[in-house]
């Protein structure tokens, strides 16, 4: 959407912002009123308070919310789809099992926390996380130990996998708000992803596991399963659903890198066919296709149609607010908020990757949401990374992670997955603190510190 025409003072439009900050956390965290309710509100009010025309105001609200949908829904939503599948035919355990009879005893906590990264490509957090539980606690049941020792790696390897690498929302909505190519970004998140894992997941959670001997869950040992043992995949069909996205993106931006280089012409239509089947969405479209087609056979059409829409449910909420950060932005961009804050920014002298970082965090530690933290500072470091001359495409791909890092850091009570995880592993608060949390922000502070001294070098 165009810029709109405004005159008002930057102290007063900054003095709106910081304003406008204030009132979704008085609403999110005191009030308890629903992100997406109150993204909306402040979106209005911040709207009508800078000035933004009458006639203008919800067309403003409406590209925002659109423009960011557009990009974000489909993903989410093809990605949940191949997600529910896998989970329910027992993609998670055929994983967990194979790589633990490969890797052996010594190294179950790296088989679950492999096992974990890749079926956390297209799973979210919470839903990987509730999956992976049951196997976790039958790992720590057969090998001995504190559970600690087995679960960290997993749910570190989904922390990562949901902050930094598409198509989960986050980084595709900041990356849609910053005009980062998606299918770069895929490639640097799982670079920096699997680095920071080992660091702040796996080495974490073997030191914790020594530290911290809490007795096993028994909420795992009296549900009956719901994958059917006699329809398990092979391992191999599980890992061609996994990383034939990832090969498929990668044909885009391989043959794109191929183009500028003058290797090929990047005009054939031939090249610019197979250029679209490596788009995310198509990518994710054809994944599907290929996960319809291999457990048709063994689970029928109409159970999978059910899985699919079983799927949905739980991510709309997910894409609301995600949308909604996008309407935030929008509203932002209109102001001129943006491009004031763009100006302390440039008079302060601070790299733009260290605040993206830094204003990320402070909203992550605030009101809790990753999600929230996550749109909310790449609608407000948009208009500073557009008058930023000289960033690359690397560059762009750099701050999303960079934000995404501040996002993730000092998981505590005002955070989803801190009760998740809690609950899930029965442990007292104090635990969660000292485990849970710092994991996180361990996770968070090595993906920024990689990604910074990578923009220093490239």
Known sequence: MDQLAHTADPTFLLSVAVLAIAALLILIIKLKVHAFASLTLVSLGTAIVTGVPSERVVPTMMGGFGGTLASVALLVGLGAMIGKILEVTGGAKVLADTLIGRFGEEKAPLALGIASLLFGFPIFFDAGLIVMMPIIFS???RFGGSPLKYALPAAGAFAVMHAFVPPHPGPV?????????????????????????????????LYAGKKFDIPLSKAFFNADSIVDESKLPKFGTVMTILILPVLLIFMDTGLNTLAVAGVIDGSSPFVEFLRMMGKTPVALLVTLLVCLFIFGKDYGMTKLEKLCGDSLAPICAVILVTGAGGMFGGVLRASGIGEALAGVLSDTGMPVIVAAFVISTCLRVA??????????????????VAATAGLSELDLCFIVIAIAGGATVLSHFNDSGFWLVSRLMEMDE??????WTVMETLLGSIAFIIVGVLSFLL
């Open 139 to 141: 790992v720590a049941k």
């Open 173 to 205: 909505a900041a990356a849609e708000l910053l005009g980062a190519n998606i299918g770069l970004l895929l490639f640097v998140g799982i670079l920096v992803a699997i680095p920071t894992w080992y660091l702040g997941a796996y080495l974490f959670g």
């Open 367 to 384: 009101q809790g949401s990753a999600t929230v933290a996550l749109t909310t500072t790449a609608a407000l470091i948009a208009p500073t």
């Open 430 to 435: 104090k635990t969660t603190l000292k485990t």
